[in-house]
């Protein structure tokens, strides 16, 4: 999954060959050939996808199942920087295209800083679980059922937080942005939340400090990540109305009560 390569944009790469699927060429074919199908029937409907660019881009990413997956050292590194520090991203927070069969392309994570991803989402996810492991053991509370309702809050949260960002989208005007991104974007909090966690089985009184602050900074990032959704990606967005920047602090806000309920562990 890893390699060597930077995300550095304009930097022609010698072609590499094909990674090996872990789940084997002829389940790879048949699933990926089922998945065409199915979006060609449904894509539409159940991702969103009204306008022909995100058509392109939602026929790219479903042709090559492992896009969310291209990540490196040095992506994760800087992508956890951007989640955690949205304020010290100085850079511009639009993906980078590229021409693929006479289409336009987002580029893959690994070379576009930007991009959404899933590597590090599941990895944060499966991190909250093993910790609400650790913390409910240090509570004396720990068991199978325990954990279990742990890891059924934390997937209820997940699942809130893509509602929400979907809802938020679809109120503005339209919901064009693939399902899959929606999930990676709302999948980052997780991180905020796990490093709260952390400071709470290191000293309780940081973790009151640092909730709160990381959930403002997953808010800011979303705020962030959301307007260049709507300005570059969504053709019916009106930049200038009032009620989508209300809508845009409400999200925001409303990171801070789901941040102090996924790190409730035990309540």
Known sequence: MYDNLGNQAGVQRPPTAPQPNPFGNAFYGAGSGFIRTGLGAYGEKWLGSSSEFMQS?????????QYYFQVNDQYVRNKL????FPFLHKGHWTRITEPVGGRLSYKPPIYDINAPDLYIPFM???TYVILAGFSLGFLGKFSPEALSLQ???GLAGWLIQIALLKGLLYSMGGGEAPLLDI?????YLFTGVCLSIISRLLWSHCYY??????SICMGMFLVKTM??????E???????????????LFMAIAQIPLFFWLGNIGA
Do not use: C, E
């Not at 920087?81 to 955690?84: D, E, F, Q, S």
């Open 124 to 126: 944060a996810f499966g």
């Open 81 to 84: 920087k951007v989640v955690l």
């Open 183 to 187: 999930a990676a974007y709302g999948g």
């Open 151 to 153: 890891f059924t809050r």
């Open 57 to 65: 881009n939602i026929s790219t990413y479903f042709s090559n199942p």
């Open 209 to 214: 400090f640092l909730l709160p602050w990381t």
């Open 234 to 248: 969504m053709r019916s967005y009106d930049r200038h109305s009032s009620r989508q920047h209300y809508l845009l």
């Open 227 to 232: 307007k260049r959704v709507l300005f570059t």
